[in-house]
């Protein structure tokens, strides 16, 4: 398990890891999704959690793994049925976070009508970079994201193409889940998701917030 760490030095440990999926209108349109009325939670427990600066492992014989770049928020404040004005009072900071995803595994899954929790939870599939303070970034519903493999762009998006934007995901989520301080949110890729492989090297960046590069291991 390993901790959060922000560019103040101070030091957070998650309890859970909250993810939201298909909240990029075109990332819906290259999964051939439809669009939910409500956002697509699932979560990866804290073992998934990977310092992304170390080379990645990924599963081996398991089908295609992909890379999905998202805006990572921790939690700083116990957030319990909060109201939407209220959400970024119980935010601390943003970072970079990969979803990686068992793609064949996870569409097995959806076909069959079980659950992703492999095909999103396994070993190392939540790589995070250091996190920065709220304070420190600008507008968080302006935030370019971006992700190359090897050289070549294969993400690029804006967290202003967010369907479900930060205070809305929040406050619905602490209706079910009450999040701690620590607890990390995953807020969905924009389009362009693909495979990886070992040796393969990443460089991700959200505006403000990170600009990382890392390899596959
Ligand atoms: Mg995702």
Not at 7 to 27: F, M, R
Not at 62 to 82: D, M, Q, R, W, Y
Not at 130 to 148: I, R, T
Request: hydrophobic share 40%.
């Amino acid at each position: 398990m390993i901790q959060i760490t922000f560019s103040n030095g101070e030091i957070l440990t998650p309890t859970k890891i909250v993810c939201i999926g298909l909240n990029y209108t075109a990332h819906i349109a290259e999964m051939g999704s439809k669009r939910s009325h409500t956002p697509v939670i699932f979560l990866k427990p804290n073992s998934a959690l990977h310092p992304i600066l170390t080379p990645i492992p990924i599963p081996h014989n398991a089908g295609v793994v992909h890379h999905e770049v998202e805006l990572a928020v921790c939690i700083g404040k116990t957030a319990s049925h909060v109201s939407e004005s209220d959400v970024f009072d119980h935010i601390a900071g943003y970072g970079l976070a990969l979803d990686l995803t068992l793609r064949d595994m996870q569409k097995k899954a959806k076909e069959t009508g079980q659950p992703w929790a492999i095909a999103k939870g396994f070993d190392h599939s939540c790589p995070v970079s250091s996190f920065v303070l709220k304070e420190e970034v600008g507008d968080v519903n302006n935030l370019d994201l971006k992700l190359e493999v090897n050289g070549s762009l294969r993400q690029q998006g804006n967290t202003a193409q967010m369907i479900f934007k930060l205070p809305e995901l929040v406050a619905y989520i602490s209706r079910f889940y009450t999040l701690e301080e620590g607890d990390i949110l995953l807020t969905g890729t924009p389009a362009g998701v693909g495979p990886i492989q070992s040796g393969d090297i990443i460089h991700a960046s959200i505006s403000g917030v990170a600009s990382i590069n890392t390899t596959i291991a």
